[in-house]
C-alpha cells in the first residue's frame, strides 16, 4: 500500500518556515509558532523536515538561494563599481519591502556565518576582476573593501530592523560608495552612480 500523501504543501510550507526564521531568527523560534505558521502539525513537520534544526537549515539554504541570484546579478554588471552600487541599492529596497520581513535573515542571524563567509568571498571576486580589469589600483585591498561592504551590508539590515526607512538605506549606501576606491588616476571625489545631494566642492 502507497504511503499516505502528505496534507499541505511542503513548498508553500517551507516559505511560510523561511519567513518566520527572517522574523524572528532561530532561537525565538518554537515549534509550535513553526507549525503555526506553517500550517501544519507537529507530527507533518518532523516528517517533512525532521526536527528544528533541519528544518532551519533547510529554510537558510532556500534563502541564501536567493540572496546569490541577486548578488550574482549584481556582479554580471559591467564594472565593479556599478556591480556595487546596483548590490546596495537593491539592498535598501529589499530590506525594507512591505511584503516581507525587514532586515536580511542571512545578514542577522548568528548561525549563519558561513553563509556571511561565503558573501564576502563573492564580493571578493567581483572586486578582484576589477582589479584585473584596471577598475580598480592594484594596491587594493580587495578582501579589505569586501569585509566593508559585508558590514555595511549588516548595518543596513539593523537599520531597517530598527525601523529605517528605504531612503534612511539609500542614504547609508550612497555614503558607502563615496568611500569606494575611483579608478585608477581618476582622482578622488567621484560621485559614481550617485549623484551628489548637495554643492559639490572642488
Do not use: N
Not at 542571524?109 to 558573501?119: G, I, S, T, V, Y
Not at 573593501?145 to 549588516?154: D, E, G, K, N
Not at 579608478?183 to 545631494?197: I, V
Amino acid at each position: 500500500m502507497a504511503g499516505r500523501p502528505r496534507s499541505f504543501d511542503r513548498d508553500a510550507a517551507l516559505e511560510a518556515a523561511v519567513e518566520q526564521f527572517w522574523r524572528a531568527g532561530y532561537t525565538e523560534c518554537s515549534v509550535t509558532t513553526l507549525t503555526a505558521a506553517m500550517g501544519v502539525t507537529p507530527p507533518s513537520l518532523y516528517a517533512a523536515f525532521g526536527d528544528k534544526h533541519s528544518l532551519f537549515e533547510e529554510a537558510s539554504a532556500a534563502y541564501f538561494r536567493r540572496t546569490c541570484d541577486a548578488v550574482d546579478q549584481a556582479a554580471a554588471l559591467p564594472t565593479a563599481r556599478e556591480a556595487v552600487a546596483r548590490l546596495l541599492v537593491d539592498t535598501a529596497h529589499a530590506h525594507t519591502d512591505a511584503a516581507t520581513p525587514l532586515g536580511c535573515l542571512m545578514l542577522t542571524e548568528p548561525r549563519l556565518a558561513a553563509q556571511r563567509e561565503d558573501l564576502h568571498r563573492r564580493l571578493q571576486d567581483r572586486l578582484d576582476r576589477g582589479v584585473r580589469d584596471g577598475e580598480l589600483a592594484t594596491t587594493t585591498r580587495t578582501d579589505h573593501l569586501a569585509s566593508f561592504l559585508v558590514a555595511v551590508l549588516r548595518g543596513m539590515s539593523g537599520c531597517a530592523r530598527d525601523g529605517g526607512t528605504t531612503e534612511d538605506l539609500l542614504g547609508i549606501a550612497e555614503t558607502a560608495m563615496a568611500a569606494f576606491p575611483p579608478p585608477p588616476g581618476s582622482g578622488a571625489g567621484q560621485s559614481g552612480l550617485f549623484e551628489p545631494t548637495g554643492d559639490a566642492g572642488e
